[in-house]
């Protein structure tokens, strides 16, 4: 698939959503395209379904993207755990999960 079919499809995911606790968007900034998604959610729902949708198409048809997807859920099974971020890792066409050593454990790295 080419990339601008790729984008389109990118697109065809991220456009319409509408979420109060989601915000997933597209930029193009010096001729780079730029997935973001930003959230405070309660608890998983189809925000985390569409997530894990879009990083499977990014992963799958634009191989060469990479990125760090940091997540937090107090309701995560260990590991990581409650008092840790996963870490997922987009890179080569391939999403790993990653051991975070930057603000795990979150007490006491980033909270009291």
Request: hydrophobic share 40%; with cysteine.
């Amino acid at each position: 698939m080419g990339m601008q079919r790729s984008m389109d499809k990118l697109r065809d995911l991220v456009e319409g959503v509408a979420w109060h606790d989601a915000v997933f968007e597209i930029n193009n900034l010096n001729g780079q395209y730029f997935f973001r998604a930003d959230g405070m959610v309660n608890r998983r729902r189809a925000e985390g379904k569409h997530l894990d949708d879009i990083l499977t198409m990014i992963a799958h048809e634009l191989p060469g993207s990479w990125g760090l997807v940091y997540e937090r859920d107090d309701e995560m099974p260990d590991p990581p755990g409650v008092n840790a971020f996963r870490v997922r890792k987009v890179a080569r066409g391939m999403i790993s999960e990653e051991v975070d050593t930057f603000l795990s454990p979150c007490n006491p790295v980033i909270e009291d």
